[in-house]
């Protein structure tokens, strides 16, 4: 099973820009699709961004849409999403998990997870 550690979260004002990675070990990475999710205090994690084996397909939560741009590199183990122009209602604990089939805006179909990193905006 790989495993996942995410880092790059802080605190950032409204309207500014963060990225934050995930770092695969344990398995070969090109073989696994890769997801971000987030989750709020009191609220369901939810779907960000997911990202194909080989990076050429990408898919976006309408809510981040044009604003958040997920990327990896296979030779770095790496998946990193840049978060530009957050608002407030993007605070929430961001988490990285990976699939060996498809990428996917479900939850359920991913199987290794982080353990999330905290992401803040003030505003």
């Known amino acids: 099973q790989v495993q996942l550690v995410e880092s790059g979260g802080g605190l950032v004002q409204a309207g500014g820009s963060l990225s934050v990675s995930c770092a695969a070990s344990g398995r070969t990475f090109s073989n696994y699709a890769v997801g971000w999710f987030r989750q709020a205090p009191g609220q369901e994690r939810e779907f960000v961004a997911t990202?194909?084996?080989?990076?050429?397909?990408?898919y976006y939560a309408d809510s981040v849409k044009g604003r958040f741009t997920i990327s990896r590199d296979n030779v770095k183990n790496t998946v990193v999403l840049q978060m530009n122009s957050l608002q407030p209602e993007d605070a929430a604990v961001y988490y990285c998990?990976?699939?060996?089939?498809?990428?996917?805006?479900?939850?359920?179909?991913?199987?290794?997870w982080g353990q999330g990193t905290q992401v803040t905006v003030s505003s």
């Open positions: 990202i194909s084996k080989g990076g050429s397909f990408t």
């Open positions: 998990a990976a699939n060996r089939a498809n990428p996917s805006a479900d939850a359920a179909s991913f199987d290794a």
